[in-house]
Nanobody
C-alpha cells in the first residue's frame, strides 16, 4: 500500500519555476515506479512524467521535455518535479501517482495523491 501527498504548488509568473514534491508512505516506495499527471480546467487528466523505481529511467510528455525534470530520493521516500520556464498552459492541478507496473504509471496508475494547484500567470 502506498499513500501519496503532494506539496509545492502555487502561483508563479510565466517563465518562472516551481518544484513539486510527493511524499510517499510505505516500505515498498523504492520499488514503485511513480509519475506526475495534471488536469487543467475543463480538460481530461494527462500524463506529464514518470520515473522508474530506482530512478534511472525517466519519461516525459512532449510538451514538457526540456523544461520539467522528474527525480526521486528513495532515502527520503520523496519524488520531485522541477518545473522551469513555466507557461500559462501549464496551469493545472498536478497529481502524484504510483503503480508497481511502469506501464500503468503512464496509462492508469493504481495510487493517487490528492493534487496540488499550479497557476502560471501571463
Amino acid at each position: 500500500q502506498v499513500h501519496l501527498v503532494e506539496s509545492g504548488g502555487g502561483l508563479v509568473q510565466a517563465g518562472g519555476s516551481l518544484r513539486l514534491s510527493c511524499a510517499a508512505s510505505g516500505r515498498t516506495f523504492s520499488r514503485y515506479p511513480m509519475g506526475w499527471f495534471r488536469q487543467a480546467p475543463g480538460k481530461e487528466r494527462e500524463f506529464v512524467a514518470a520515473i522508474s523505481g530506482g530512478g534511472a529511467g525517466t519519461y516525459y510528455t512532449d510538451s514538457v521535455k526540456g523544461r520539467f525534470t522528474i527525480s526521486r530520493d528513495n532515502a527520503k521516500n520523496t519524488m520531485y518535479l522541477q518545473m522551469n520556464s513555466l507557461k500559462p498552459e501549464d496551469t493545472a492541478v498536478y497529481y502524484c501517482a504510483a503503480d508497481p507496473n511502469i506501464d500503468k504509471v503512464v496509462t492508469g496508475p493504481g495510487y493517487w495523491g490528492q493534487g496540488t494547484q499550479v497557476t502560471v500567470s501571463s
